[in-house]
């Protein structure tokens, strides 16, 4: 059984850094894509970081390019978000999810069929 847990989520001031980590179990497949969504009050869920897992190839949402930094340590355990000069627009729940990847050598943002997610996590940026 496919399992993610995601952790570290914080209340935290303007400009801060702060690290998700997604704890992955139960996953087979060798060829897969793993991503970072998130969703404020009010708002859609988007997905803001996608990682190809065997090229370990990236893609970002352009709000949080050059700041967040996704990455996954080599056993494929552990999916990390690492966020730099954090925004109050980057309140929000944050979820880890896995899915197919379909080719291309990347898993595009908005094009990914991800089919298990986690629970969340709350980051709460205050100015």
């Known amino acids: 059984q496919v399992q993610l847990a995601e952790s570290g989520g914080d209340s935290v001031q303007t400009g801060s850094l702060l690290t998700l980590s997604c704890a992955v179990s139960?996953?087979?497949?060798?060829?897969?894509?793993m991503g970072w969504f998130r969703q404020a009050p009010g708002k859609e869920r988007e997905e803001v970081a996608s990682?190809?897992?065997?090229?370990?190839?990236?893609a970002y949402h352009d709000s949080v390019a050059g700041r967040f930094t996704i990455s996954q340590n080599a056993g494929k355990t552990t999916l990390y978000l690492e966020m730099n000069s954090l925004k109050p627009e980057d309140t929000a729940m944050y979820y880890c999810?896995?899915?197919?990847?379909?080719?291309?050598?990347?898993?595009?943002?908005?094009?990914?069929?991800?089919?298990?997610w986690g629970q969340g996590t709350q980051v709460t940026v205050s100015s």
């Open positions: 999810a896995a899915g197919y990847y379909r080719g291309g050598g990347y898993c595009p943002l908005g094009g990914t069929e991800y089919v298990y």
């Open positions: 990682i190809y897992t065997v090229a370990r190839t990236t």
């Open positions: 139960g996953y087979t497949h060798h060829n897969y894509c």
